[in-house]
């Protein structure tokens, strides 16, 4: 049975090469604590207990500030975030939650106050990428890694 992302990379080569190949693509334009910040966010609404912790930890490496993931749930009412990490979270909710597509314009022009057209495409293939993971990762039951 396949359960933890050892034996599905090992059952399944080609797609994790090509979901990295895409996750590796996001990272170039963008930094690595946004990255992981939004990451952190999509797996939260999507209930993918892996990617959720693999994230947290991948966050404490790329620096995030533990105070900074404490509020990441929370994050419209959370004070300490700058614009840019407000844009992406939007973004990011707006993308990976259906009952958010209403707002889906309001956060694209926020976004592009404060990213380039060439980041607004990466953070959504990032976002696209976690998605997926999360789709894979979460009906799967892959078991999460240790906290960090």
């Known amino acids: 049975m396949i359960h933890d992302l050892d034996s599905f ?23 690595k604590g946004l990255l992981e910040l939004i990451k952190v966010r999509a797996s939260q609404i999507n209930g993918c207990a892996f990617c959720l912790q693999l994230h947290l930890n991948w966050a ?20 300490g975030l700058s614009a840019e990490e407000r844009a992406a979270l939007a973004w990011t909710e707006a993308l990976t939650d259906p009952t958010w597509r209403p707002h889906t314009e309001s956060a694209r022009k926020e976004l592009a106050t404060v990213f380039s057209d060439e980041q607004l495409v990466t953070l959504t ?12 990762a979460g009906p799967l039951g892959f078991t999460p890694p240790a906290a960090e």
Do not use: C, M, Y
């Open 9 to 31: 990379s090992k059952a399944f080569p080609d797609v994790v090469a090509a979901l990295r190949t895409v996750s590796h693509a996001a990272g170039k334009t963008i930094d």
């Open 60 to 79: 404490r490496e790329a620096g995030v500030p533990q105070v900074k993931l404490d509020r990441v749930a929370v994050w419209r009412e959370a004070h």
């Open 125 to 136: 293939i990032a976002i696209a990428s976690i998605n997926a993971w999360n789709r894979i």
